[in-house]
């Protein structure tokens, strides 16, 4: 049996390179050390490579800003739904209330998580599951599944019905402070749990909990409107005027989408779960009665194709991607070897794509919409143009351009209609999905 000592020792310090003895290391580290590393790894060529036009471009509008909140799911499902109210309405830059969604979500939210507090409070509490459960308690992030989940049962409202807020755009401290209250709830229902509660007890105890969540929640974001007088002015100066909308007529009245038929497809790696299959996370959602988080692994070749078709019939797409890899927030780009790392710390620090899920590596922590792609003449894409919700900064007023690699490396996944799904993944749609622990990175929230 081999052993090894773990003290570094000064014969390794010998051997380690030195600025004086090593001209590459030297001029590494007088760029990075006055530019910072991305600056210094940045290759130009890739830069200057990357035309920003594409063939098919659907955007004309302008971009929202998500500011200091991490509600990119719900700004894209959002601006996904409002290239459908554009056209109704007649307005070219409308925007939906982000802050009426994600109120929505945060109350919704609570109340799942104190509904798994209750079924979990059997489980040691330094079991893995409870401790994920109370280290991810009611963060901003979300998926697909989840954002349908809202917008069937609350509706949407147009952005003046619940305008932004200060803690609506800058969550941390709103955040906190729930969280605060629903760790210290969780434990005082397991405790409820422990000593005999009855189910009518627990069910009183959430509520009250819920009272206080909603309180929070109503100081910080306002009062959602559950009905509000619609009239409106059209970008050709046309006044209209509906009268008084709930959230869900104003939802079925001006985007209409049957948001049912879209399913999310991703791009999971990993060997041991194989393309076509159906995948779900356990504890995942935010909507007691909702939609189940629902995923098919589909081959890239096939994801790229049904988002670049969905393109060019005119309507954007809803993704899911890791922007924290090989990405320049400054220039708008998200292409494959923007930064050459390897080569400007003489190290190999390539990876593939499997690896870097399984060992935490990468995983999708943001989402944003197709609005454009660019198609060879081959009929392969090569280019796709990208809506963030970063305000107007960044990029080209805000929007980004990944190339083709990009796409294959750092995309997880794609909302696309059950209706364009193949043949062979359709049953896919129905079947019972492969259920993942909590902690799996497909249960990554973007």
């Known amino acids: 049996m081999t052993t090894l000592t773990g003290a570094i020792d000064g014969a390794l310090f010998d051997r380690l390179s030195r600025p004086e003895s090593d001209p590459a290391l030297r001029l590494a580290l007088n760029a990075v050390t006055r530019s910072g590393i991305d600056e210094s790894a940045l290759d130009r060529g890739r830069v200057v490579g990357t035309p920003t036009v594409v063939s098919n471009r659907l955007d004309n ?18 601006n996904l739904l409002r290239s459908r109210a554009r056209a109704d309405l007649g307005v070219k830059d409308f925007e939906f209330s982000q802050n009426y969604a994600m109120f929505w979500d945060k109350f919704e939210r609570a109340n799942w998580f104190l509904e798994d507090v209750i079924a979990t409070a059997s489980q040691d509490l330094g079991s893995r599951l409870v401790q994920f459960l109370l280290a991810e308690v009611l963060g901003d992030g979300g998926q697909w599944d989840m954002a349908v989940s809202l917008y069937l049962k609350h509706g949407v409202v147009p952005k003046q019905a619940m305008p932004e807020t200060q803690p609506s755009s800058n969550t941390r401290r709103m955040n906190t402070q729930l969280q605060v209250l629903l760790r210290r709830s969780a434990l005082d229902l397991r405790a409820q749990v422990a000593a005999g509660a009855s189910a009518d007890e627990l069910r009183a105890a959430k509520e009250s909990v819920l009272g206080d969540v909603w309180r929070i929640l109503v100081i910080s974001l306002g009062v959602p409107p559950s009905r509000f007088d619609w009239e409106w002015q059209d970008d050709e100066g046309g006044f209209h005027r509906e009268g008084t909308l709930t959230p869900r007529e104003f939802f079925d009245r001006h985007v209409g989408m049957d948001l049912t038929r879209y399913v999310c497809l991703v791009d999971d790696p990993r060997a041991a779960h194989p393309k076509g299959s159906a995948l779900t996370v356990e504890h995942l959602g935010n909507v007691v009665g909702g939609r189940e988080i629902r995923y098919i692994n589909a081959p890239m070749d096939l994801v790229k194709r049904l988002a670049a078709d969905a393109l060019a019939a005119g309507e954007p797409v809803w993704f899911g991607a890791d922007v924290s890899q090989q990405a320049d927030r400054d220039s708008g780009l998200l292409v494959g070897g923007l930064h050459d790392y390897s080569g400007l710390f003489g190290v190999d620090l390539s990876t593939t794509k499997e690896q870097r899920v399984i060992s935490g590596e990468s995983a999708m922590n943001h989402a944003m919409l197709f609005t454009g792609v660019d198609i060879a003449e081959d009929g392969t894409p090569r280019r796709w143009r990208v809506e963030n919700s970063w305000g107007e900064e960044p990029g080209d007023k805000g929007y980004f351009t990944m190339d ?38 497909m249960g990554t929230l973007a």
Do not use: N
Request: charged share 25%.
């Open 404 to 441: 083709d690699a990009w796409f294959t490396d750092y995309v997880f996944e794609v909302v696309v209609k059950i209706d364009a799904l193949p043949e062979d993944l359709r049953p896919a749609v129905t079947e019972e999905p492969l259920a993942l622990p909590a902690w799996d990175p």
């Open 61 to 78: 509008w302008a971009v929202t800003s998500q500011k200091k909140s991490g509600r990119c799911w719900l700004f894209s499902s959002l």
